[in-house]
């Protein structure tokens, strides 16, 4: 199949890519999060396609895109009034909230659950694209499983040129790291997955929030998760990588220290004149927690080479969309982490 490349700039590309949604076809979206490959969300045969292309497990499910807040009660019941709040505060936007989803909401699309994941995104032309579908759109993250999320139209078709019908190009995301989730569906909201919207974001509207233990430690074996997708390897490169914590000085003698040829450095664009001869890799500016978010999965793309042995990484602290960073850093390292303070 020869994938057709839509620029959001282009006037005729949200009827194009929407005709394609309706005939059951498969068209990578831009969000201000990451690339969502997307599908009609109420067609099972065209859902299907989705967890084929991207090789993921079926019991994965999937979030619905939708235009606004006035459609979750045609997908989802027993809306709490949170919900409202949520997306009164966040949406359009990098937040996804769980609740329990409608019967016209195929199992292919929920993995088999009896929720839904549901957003609706900031950029226009994907919320145009929706409104002309006239179906709400379901999309993953367009990478392949397991490999890290797709931020640009390029990484799109890296990983699936010639798969899907469509790439709508929309340039960089904004954020660079997928949303935000939160589960309205327990007596507690609770954090499944970090994003976009911050911890204390979601606190100063909710006056309360679980953070799901997925979020902040590695998962044993038969662990029973909320969201399943939280259990697979996720972002990370192929070689392991080595979160290395604490001060700059002491963190860059600490890498001196153990750096072997071969091995690489994510660091943040401050240290790269700490790491001469240790071929640094800068993902973004620590003063700029956002330019790292957005530039974290390109530079795991960058490392994801058989040349590369071992990364060591420099990982953000605090809250915000740096505790994403952290999170998405975390996983990537399988949670591998060295205080380079008490190393000494
Ligand atoms: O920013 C994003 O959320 C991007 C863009 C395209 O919107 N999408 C995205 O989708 O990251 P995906 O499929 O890569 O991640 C969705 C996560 C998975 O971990 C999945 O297990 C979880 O959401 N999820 C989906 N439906 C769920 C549900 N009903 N209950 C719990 N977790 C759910
Ligand atoms: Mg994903």
Redesign the pocket.
């Known amino acids: 199949m020869n994938t057709l490349r839509l620029s959001a700039q282009d006037p005729r590309t949200p009827e194009i890519a929407a005709g394609i949604l309706r005939r059951g076809g498969l068209v990578a979206?831009p969000?201000e999060?990451?690339?969502?490959?997307g599908a009609d969300g109420l067609n099972p045969a065209a859902v299907k396609r989705i967890f084929l292309a991207k090789g993921?497990p079926g019991d994965?499910?999937?979030?619905l895109?939708v235009t606004g807040v006035e459609q979750l009660p045609q997908f989802c019941h027993d809306i709490p009034q949170a919900a409202y709040r949520l997306a009164q505060a966040f949406w359009p936007g990098?937040l996804?909230m769980?609740l329990p989803?409608n019967d016209c909401v195929p199992r292919e699309t929920?993995?088999g659950?009896d929720?839904?994941?549901i957003?609706c995104?900031q950029t226009p032309v994907t919320r145009e694209i929706i409104r002309l579908a006239g179906v709400p759109v379901a999309?993953?993250?367009?990478?392949l499983s397991g490999k890290p999320?797709t931020t640009t139209a390029q990484h799109v078709l890296h990983d699936h040129d010639g798969r899907i019908d469509a790439v709508v190009d929309g340039g960089p995301c904004a954020?660079g790291?997928?949303?935000t989730?939160v589960?309205l569906?327990e007596d507690r909201p609770r954090l499944?997955?970090p994003?976009?919207v911050g911890p204390e974001a979601l606190l100063a509207v909710l006056g309360d929030l679980v953070i799901d233990r997925a979020v902040t430690g590695l998962l044993a074996d038969g662990d029973v998760v909320?969201?399943?997708?939280?259990k697979y390897r996720h972002y990370a490169p192929q070689e392991p990588v080595i979160i290395v914590a604490g001060s700059r000085e002491k963190a860059a003698r600490y890498i001196h220290a153990h750096f072997q040829p071969g091995d690489r450095v994510l660091c943040f664009a401050e240290e790269l004149p700490l790491y001469a001869g240790c071929a640094p890799l800068a993902y973004g500016l620590e003063a700029d927690p956002l330019s790292l978010s957005a530039g974290l999965f390109a530079a795991l793309r960058d490392l994801d080479d058989p040349a590369v042995r071992r990364v060591f990484a420099r990982c953000p602290v605090g809250g915000g969309v740096a505790y994403a960073v952290q999170n998405r850093l975390n996983k990537a390292a399988g949670f591998h982490i060295v205080d380079a303070e008490a190393a000494e």
Not at 139 to 143: L, V
Request: proline residues 11%; aromatic residues 2%; charged residues 15%.
């Open positions: 979206v969000t999060t990451v690339y969502g490959l993921r994965n499910p999937l979030i895109h990098p996804t769980v989803a929920t993995g659950l929720t839904v994941a957003r995104p999309a993953p993250s367009a990478n999320s954020v790291v997928e949303s989730i589960d569906t499944l997955r994003g976009g909320k969201a399943p997708g939280m």
